[in-house]
């Protein structure tokens, strides 16, 4: 019995030492996660959220004019993006003054910025040459796994193609994109967060949230390669709204631009949450 008793001693001690192990491991990736992305905020030019590391969501008005995009499909063949022109009275608006060639320079894979307002998401948006590189590196090259926020490699950096995908990883921390899991959780928190900014060169572009699908991996929801015609666009964003959770009342049309961001569901290894946003318009001085 004594000898059973020091071997449960033994295993017990053994496995507080491998968890207390991968604990400080865990911790000292989100600490050098923190200061790379800090890093990059110093060098472009805005603040760090106050509430990067708070998961819990934070309460803001919502914008006075989102733009609401009718369901319907144009019969001209002809596909020509409409990017209406917004007010610089937005909260992307800081965007547009950031340095973002300073960042560049830094690590030319940096090919835009994303922000979604009182939240942890402010992050240089990189793009390698595979889907695995910034899976497992930071923005500064260095190997961290929290990681990076990327563009599948394939998608045009300048966000030219109908529907570019983005990924990242869901801390448990909230950054990352740890938080859109409230968009899916919380029933108010759409209302609180419509809209995310994109930094594409000198442009700053705002996307209204349009959808949110749990989706398997084998779902045509990551398409990545459209042809030019109406009718598989059309399709596509059928089905996305065939398992929409959100129901926003926002129905994109084949001639819109979408984003798609991609991270775990923290339910299941064989989908992932994916929510699905839609261009609204560039910000413009008046």
């Not at 596909?79 to 992307?92: A, F, I, K, N, Q």
């Not at 800081?94 to 960042?103: C, P």
């Not at 740890?178 to 572009?205: N, Q």
Request: charged share 25%; with cysteine; aromatic share 12%.
């Amino acid at each position: 019995m004594k000898k059973l008793r020091i071997v449960f001693i033994v295993i017990f001690c053994a496995v507080l030492a491998f968890s207390l192990y991968k604990l400080g491991t865990e911790l000292n990736e989100q600490r050098k996660s923190r200061a790379a992305t800090d890093e990059a905020l110093e060098i472009f030019g805005i603040a760090p959220s106050t509430s990067r590391d708070a998961p819990a969501p934070v309460r803001t008005p919502k914008p006075s004019s989102p733009v609401h995009i009718e369901p319907g499909v144009d019969p001209n063949p002809e596909l020509e993006y409409l990017v209406p022109d917004l007010p610089m009275d937005e909260p992307g608006r800081t965007l547009a003054d950031a340095d973002l060639a300073a960042v560049q320079e830094v690590n030319p894979d940096v090919v835009g910025w994303i922000y979604l307002p009182d939240s942890p998401i402010s992050y240089p948006l990189l793009q390698g040459t595979d889907n695995e590189y910034y899976l497992r590196h930071n923005w500064k090259r260095v190997r961290n796994d929290p990681a990076s926020i990327f563009l599948d490699y394939r998608a045009a950096a300048d966000f030219s193609d109908f529907d570019t995908i983005i990924y990242g990883h869901r801390m448990k921390s909230g950054s990352m994109f740890g938080t859109l899991k409230y968009f899916e959780s919380d029933a108010e928190y759409l209302d609180t967060h419509p809209s995310f900014y994109i930094r594409v060169g000198d442009e700053v572009f705002r996307y209204d949230v349009f959808a949110l699908v749990d989706a398997p991996l084998d779902d045509p929801i990551y398409e990545w390669e459209f042809t030019d015609d109406i009718s598989s666009r059309g399709a596509y964003i059928a089905h996305t709204m065939s398992m929409d959770k959100l129901h926003t009342g926002i129905y994109p049309t084949p001639q819109n631009r979408i984003v798609t961001l991609v991270t775990c569901t923290g339910r299941s290894y064989t989908s992932r949450l994916v929510l699905q946003l839609v261009l609204a318009g560039r910000l413009v001085d008046e």
